[in-house]
């Protein structure tokens, strides 16, 4: 295994889209992105939660499952996972239809606001 190569896909990762573990486990960033995804999709939080064993599952390790720092993920991996944590929680809560283009329109107006603000307020 090469030293940027994902250890779920087995890919060469470019480093603006690699994370590392302290265990020197590599993955790609949207392996995460996905496991959070899927976490929603079964029902359950990704992220808090009251379960103090479920506390930040979408950010584990898929080897040995030590929890990997905000510090070391990108701003474009957060800025999908506001998406992703968007469409997902909600459609957890309410059972709302993802497909339904006004429900869409709405989430992605809200997204688009808040970066709106954050850049007018100098946050990257």
């Known amino acids: 295994?090469?030293?940027?190569?994902?250890?779920?896909?087995?890919?060469?990762?470019?480093?603006a889209?690699?994370?590392?573990?302290e265990n020197g486990h590599h993955c790609c960033q949207k392996h995460h992105l996905e496991r959070v995804r899927a976490i929603y999709q079964e029902g359950?939080?990704?992220f808090g939660g009251?379960?103090?064993?479920?506390?930040?599952?979408g950010q584990k390790c898929f080897m040995c499952r030590v929890?990997?720092?905000d510090a070391l993920f990108s701003d474009t991996y957060f800025k999908n996972l506001?998406?992703?944590?968007?469409?997902e929680y909600t459609k957890m809560l309410t059972g709302l239809n993802m497909q339904d283009v006004k429900?869409?329109?709405?989430?992605?107006?809200i997204l688009q606001k808040r970066e709106d603000a954050c850049k007018s307020l100098g946050i990257p």
């Open 82 to 87: 506001g998406i992703i944590q968007a469409f």
């Open 103 to 109: 429900y869409r329109s709405i989430i992605v107006d």
């Open 44 to 46: 359950r939080a990704a």
């Open 67 to 69: 929890s990997i720092p």
């Open 1 to 15: 295994m090469t030293t940027n190569e994902c250890h779920v896909c087995m890919e060469t990762i470019e480093d």
């Open 17 to 21: 889209k690699l994370v590392c573990c």
């Open 50 to 57: 009251t379960d103090p064993d479920n506390k930040g599952q």
